[in-house]
């Protein structure tokens, strides 16, 4: 075993107990911090030294984040650990948004209400307290009889502004969430008793085993038939919260018997398109998309979504979209790619989709206008265009998937581009 050579700290090394409360508080959040990774960021500190902010910023971050997706909650504890002044008040402000004019009035940015409740959940700090302060502790008392019930809120909030317990919530509402689809009708016929449609072959049939009398007359229907549903999920950097989230909720479609859909096919892209249907099939839905993770390699990276469409098209859309399929289409159409080709990929996406419907967490924002050029050059191939960034906006797509004639937001959005 590697022998360390003992630290030189001070008898009373309050930077170790604030390191230590850091590592339990990125722990809360979420982060796989262990005593291990603790230790190695004190030698860590003491050999860097932290007279730089931004060193110890990257010292700390090299020690403590092994992902990438972990990095925005560590850079958000960090920031309120490390560097606000009034970090508990502005804490207590975002935990309790009903009390005002402790913190500024704006909405929690991303991951910061998980950091912040990381760090309240620990609020004892060594180091911190101040002796004189503990006896002339003031005890809050809220009273939410009158309140909204915790669900109703959670449905219209923003997958992005939830707390860590809040999303584990929204997921098990997603994965109660029904997603039924109506069949349509196929060339295949099927018997029935009656109706409108006469089957010919089978009523001679009949007749020839009478003598050729014409005794009673068969009827056939269109079979039904249901559609397969694909769905191409960005995980870029500004699409990761989200399409987790969603990626939960097409597990739960994908292993619920009835629902109505004849296959279920998922696909991720940022760089490049991964197929990760079969891992969705796995019963256990934290394995399940632990190894849809693991093998999309690209989380929180970069976003061509005309090169991955075009891989979509050439490689994949006649082995599942044969007989005619939904396709969602989860991305904020923020491309920086050639709009021309990703306008020509849209357009066969489109061709050979039965619906496609384009799921945009930006439409969460009140005076959004498609004037980025990705976004203009996909709008006219979908067939309906909505919101994707709450529970309340995935119970209305759930309704409004079998409406042919639904569009969403697409029709004012065209009026809106016309005019720029």
């Given amino acids: 075993m590697p022998e360390h050579r003992p630290l030189d700290l001070p008898e009373n090394p309050q930077l170790v107990a604030n390191l230590v409360h850091f590592a339990r508080a990125l722990r809360k ?86 950091a912040a409740e990381a760090l309240l959940a620990g609020a004892e700090m060594p180091g911190r307290d101040r002796p004189d302060e503990a006896a002339e502790e003031t005890e809050i008392e809220v009273d939410a009889s009158l309140t909204v019930s915790a669900e109703e809120r959670l449905r219209t909030l923003d997958f992005e502004q939830m707390s860590t317990e809040e999303v584990a919530a929204a997921k098990r509402m997603l994965a109660r969430l029904s997603f039924p689809v109506r069949p349509f009708p196929s060339r295949r016929a099927e018997a029935r008793p009656a109706g409108r449609r006469i089957d010919r072959r089978r009523s001679l049939r009949a007749a020839m085993r009478s003598g050729g009398e014409m005794q009673a007359l068969h009827h056939v229907r269109p079979r039904p038939r249901w559609p397969a549903l694909v769905a191409l999920c960005d995980i870029s950097g500004s699409m990761s919260q989200y399409s987790r989230v969603l990626l939960h909720f097409l597990h739960a479609v994908s292993n619920r ?43 929180e990276g970069g976003t061509r979504i005309g090169d991955c469409l075009h891989a979509f098209n050439r490689d994949w859309s006649r082995r599942v979209m044969a007989q005619g399929a939904v396709v969602l289409l989860i991305t904020d159409g923020l491309d920086r790619g050639d709009p021309d080709r990703l306008s020509r990929e849209m357009e066969r996406l489109h061709l050979t989709a039965r619906r496609l419907v384009w799921i945009n967490p930006l439409l969460r924002f009140g005076d959004f206008a498609p004037r980025a050029t990705g976004i203009r050059a996909m709008l006219p191939h979908v067939d309906s265009f909505r919101a994707g960034h709450s529970i309340e906006t995935i119970e209305a797509l759930a309704e409004a998937i079998s409406r042919p004639d639904d569009s969403g937001e697409k029709t004012r959005l065209m009026e809106a581009l016309r005019a720029l």
């Fill in 257 to 299: 018997q009835g629902a109505g859909w004849a296959e279920v096919h998922a696909f991720t892209f940022g760089t490049r398109l991964t197929n990760v249907t079969r891992h969705l099939r796995t019963r256990d839905v934290d394995a399940a998309l632990a190894a849809a993770g693991a093998e999309a390699q690209d989380w």
């Fill in 29 to 114: 959040a979420g982060l796989r911090v262990g005593t291990g990774r603790v230790a190695d960021a004190v030698r860590a500190v003491e050999a860097a030294g932290f007279t730089e902010r931004a060193d110890f910023y990257h010292v700390l971050e090299a020690c403590f984040v092994s992902r990438a997706e972990e990095r925005r909650v560590f850079a958000q504890v960090f920031r309120l650990f490390w560097r606000d002044p009034r970090f508990m008040e502005h804490m207590m402000a975002m935990m309790l948004p009903a009390v005002r004019g402790v913190a500024e009035e704006r909405a929690a940015q991303a991951a910061e209400k998980r």
